[in-house]
């Protein structure tokens, strides 16, 4: 019995993490916040001691507080998915994106790696650049100055994105979290311009390279929106593999 308990909004993680659940043969339960009795001053605590109590054994959540996911294995009985936690971590994305490259080129091992946008803000940047350094990987962050974060881990490097793509087996662009900064950080007119993918930036690609971008993309923002299905761009294929990443990670808990 599983619990998508999304406090913060979602489609790809929720709904795979649903598909996953189901194609595992578990019944699975998708709490809304604004039809629960959250809407009527009933505490976080309480509405997850309540799933609890009625036999909830997986909880897969989704938090905008970048610690009360970790807070709370400690405090509830039953096995906690994290599926994004406020700017920190987002690991399911990050096993997906880490399948979808293996796929496509064959190795995790030693790549060049680009990851160009809101970085500061984004937790699936955070964990990818945690994941990526297990496999020997070269990684260029890229994006507005304001939205690079403050330490550079050693097996990273601030670039100029037309530099560092030209040399990237994976360019991984990030949304831009409206959500998560002011309006003064980032000019959304010049960002595909300066940071985004246009026509003449994809021309600078390796022919091997793969696009890449977690979802929800902003079109004609991070990518032009023409070349979102690019023949270079396994978006869609990320999505796919979510599922198939999902249901591994469910197993992995059952077993
Ligand atoms: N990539 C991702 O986490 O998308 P959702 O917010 O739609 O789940």
Redesign the pocket.
Known sequence: MIANL?F?????????FEIAAKRLGGNILNFNTDSSSLAKGESLYDTIKTFESLGVEIGII?HSDDSYIESMQEIFNFSVVN??AGKFE?P??SLLDLYTIRQEIGTLENLTVTICGDIKNS??AKSNINALEKFGAKVFLCGPDDLLPKEIPSHCEVAKIDEAIVKSDVVMFL?VQHERHTDSEVNIKTYNQNYGLNDKRVELLKDSAIIMH???VNRDVEIATHLVEHEKSRIFK??EN?VYTRMAILEWIVS
Not at 8 to 16: A, H, P
């Open positions: 999304f913060e909004n979602s489609t790809r993680t929720k709904f795979s989704r599926a994004g987002h399911s994305q937790r699936v949304r977690p979802g929800p990320q999505m979510g």
